[in-house]
């Protein structure tokens, strides 16, 4: 089952009230009436619908998404009775889905190695208040990031890594992690290949920059590369990690026009600023609860 | 009334059957459960929501928009049925709202002056499949677009024009749209101003292409002022045209960026390109049913 | 030696006359003097020179080169003596170079195979008067062609084409290559691989339009292949043909953005559309001999 | 004279020597012979010419301008009789021109009010070494910008500001940048209008950033007005500040795409990117000396 569109909600505590908006995403074979269905439903629990977006890979007997944002006064109270109900719909409609209530942000780490420029872009969003949520940990391979995090009040740890000491380095990472309670882990130019071991523990929970539009230079010194095969656009992409090296889901990608003079250096520059806005609306999007993955491609609800 | 999202949709005769995508634009006050009236409604009447869109200016007391694509049979007895027992529920929410049948293709008229690459663009795409209309007849002040027009097999009309016989002019076009039962006429650099009495014939039905991106460069020869005023970007716009000069519901924008270099011969031939496919995108998201004019703005639910 | 800038210039016949402007392009060993040596050479034979554009790939011990427009009375006696005197001062520094007088149209020869969407932006740009070239002949395994190159006055040959008979085609396509006089031969979406023996015949005088952004989606079905990975970008690619498929110099890209909603089908159409401005774009570089090849790679002076 | 490209050029302290690239700028009416003069004259000062780009307004008695990068080893007796040797060939075409040596960083001023976004990227940009200038003082009405610009250790002027006070401000920021030695203002969204005394002591010294792609959304509140306009592009443009308000010679415009969900608080977040993006190109062209202003447009060297 996907892990992002599953069966289970976030939970809500006791007593806890919100009354922004909530996302209902929901999966499930296609077949006529389900939007009708859907919508009665939340009509019928005094949720006023203020976005809606859908897409079905056939209507004939393809597979069916949503998401509805919707206004509802949330009661802890209201939010059981209401998950209970709907519990019988998905399960009349072989729905997998799940609730995103606003009171509860999602709490990140962000990976990175000496490359600063898309932690920056991060907390600077972050600040400005377009990424909502709360980013935990800040994790590093090196010691660079350390003052930035410390400035910014969010804890810092330098974990030296390497292909030989890989095993104890996710170890430790892992547990971080789970110390943490972390909901996502953002690598912003975070230079080790993770273990399918560690991958395994976050499934469509780690989202990636890659400094190249893939498919084109999968893997390392792609701005060397695109050099080399002398290329009139650079670019990046964002997707979600999985075992496959830049082979994940792909989120958000973007280009830049390039010419013969400009060098690798040059290209750097330029693609980090491709970079750092790319990684930014792929982290956005997820926070805002717009992705959902299925198979080895998103859809995003913009 | 929005003559674009109206109450009277286009007829369908006796006996004719349509089994693709209908239409459905519906534009009223928001209130909670209109999604679910709309979706029920379809459902019990065997239609399948294939796409769907919305938008409001303001859940609490504003306005409601929706766009909803459903497969369904459309014997002219299901439709007349499903009309009236629509009708009930407009009147119930204070909808204004039209259906689209497929198998009405829209019959449109393009107007051209001397520079053809719009007409060129339009009859490409439309004999690509990209634009689903007929192309009703072209109408010019000029003689040039005659070998084009005769090589479609499209009508021409050569109608000389100029200030002064203004009145005399719009009569003879008013009668041809009228004669060959015009839905949308097409501006594709016609470079004649349109009177008031014009423009209130064809509400909302007539597209025009502007070579500027407006507000900048309202009026004439925004080449040469764009050229004086050395901007880096040049730009195009369609637009729905009203009684005010380039001040309609903008439907459609985009720009190329230009340097120092270019002579205003430049920035036409660099203009024309954008002219062209800003327009071909305007007229093909007009006959989609994607465009709703509100006020002097258009939603266009892509 | 490379074959675009080298040390033989096209013919002009005894007394023409050309007035417009003459483009020099020279490739030589950077060292210091060499603007001072062109620009003297050029002044003292009363050439004006226009528009310069220079680029090394290191000041110390790289290669230089440089495209001089100019402006110069061209008569064939004035011509024979300005290259006799330009023979020594390119031995003097190891120039190769080449002189495009305007008077020398090149002469093109356009192959197609079923999807006539480059070959009709080519045909439009080149009646604009935005290709200065002849297009002499349009080959294509199809029919599909026939009307429009007869309709433009241009020869056309059906040639039938598949693996098997591979070497009897390129035969008799090499033969009209010579009786038409070919410079240029422009690959508008023609679906069948060149052997090396073809390739040799034309070196960087065979662009080639790719449908995918390179080196992304190399060989077949690229549209298909970026469908399957997601990719939330499809591109275009013209480069010189090499005997390595789709490794060839890249001369311009481009790209689209596109989202989960599109099938093979829309992304065909919008990739269609980037195909024909990036092929366009490409052959006027070319023609306007503002194209360097150097390796594998293209220096484009815009 | 135009005071970028004007007969005096920055001093150069005795017995200092700077090693890496001299950018020459020179404006004079056009004639045959200037680049053979320019590039021989360089030669034989042992200068080597790394980049040059030249644009002419006619070759027939139009004005040439010419921005050549070259390296030279430059003590300050060879620069003193570099100069005394090209005073010569300035009077004897008229030229007026500029050397500038790099090893003199241009000195700036930052205006700044409450939106610090752009002040964040200039900032950012410059800690990369990708503006290389110094950053003397930033100077606001407003007390946000304090703790960024003490974390950098640059002096902060509070200076509050109004409408009825612009005279002593004025007076007081006049002073600041005497004191401070500045060559370069940049009003990064400063939004107080400056008076012409003010402007006339900074003729092409100040970039400002405005928030809409000009001439459209002329004066306040673009963004607004944007929206009640309903276009579906939003731009930014930098130029330099003369006494017609949002009239000065543009030197960058960008734009991005908006559609009818963006209320204004999206346009502006929307917006501050482009804003952010477009003033660090401008600033970065100004201090490489790639921008020569010619009546009221900008010439750009790319």
């Not at 804890?155 to 943490?180: G, S, T, W």
């Amino acid at each position: 089952m996907n892990s992002i569109v599953q069966s289970q909600s976030q939970p809500i505590k006791e007593g806890q009230t919100t009354r922004t908006t909530t996302h209902l995403l929901v999966k499930c074979p296609d077949q006529p009436g389900i939007v009708s269905k859907l919508s009665t439903f939340l009509f019928e629990h005094n949720a006023n619908i203020v976005e809606s977006s859908q897409y079905s890979t056939d209507p004939e007997g393809g597979i069916f998404f949503i998401r509805i944002a919707y206004n509802c006064e949330n009661s802890a109270e209201k939010i059981k009775q209401m998950e209970k109900d709907f519990a019988e719909i998905a399960q009349q409609y072989n729905m997998t889905y799940r609730f995103h209530y606003p009171s509860i942000r999602q709490r990140s780490a962000i990976f990175v190695s000496s490359d600063l420029n898309c932690l920056m872009e991060l907390l600077w969003e972050w600040q400005n208040g377009d990424l909502q949520m709360d980013i935990a940990v800040i994790i590093s391979n090196y010691e660079f990031a350390r003052p930035i995090a410390e400035a910014h009040g969010i804890p810092f740890y330098y974990i030296p890594a390497n292909k030989d000491i890989r095993l104890q380095v996710e170890a430790k990472q892992i547990k971080l992690m789970h110390e943490y309670n972390i909901d996502l882990l953002i690598l912003a130019r975070y230079m080790q290949i993770l273990t399918p071991n560690f991958v395994s523990h976050f499934e469509n929970q780690i989202i990636n920059i890659h400094h190249s539009f893939l498919p084109a230079f999968i893997g390392a010194d792609p701005y060397s590369r695109a050099h080399q095969r002398g290329v009139k656009l650079i670019g990046a992409t964002s997707h979600y990690v999985t075992n496959e090296l830049d082979e994940g889901p792909i989120i958000e990608q973007d280009v830049e026009r390039v010419d013969h003079r400009d060098d690798i250096s040059t290209l750097k520059k330029i693609g980090g600023k491709i970079e750092r806005r790319v990684l930014a609306r792929a982290v956005r999007w997820h926070l805002e609860n717009r992705i959902i993955v299925e198979g080895n491609k998103t859809i995003v609800f913009q």
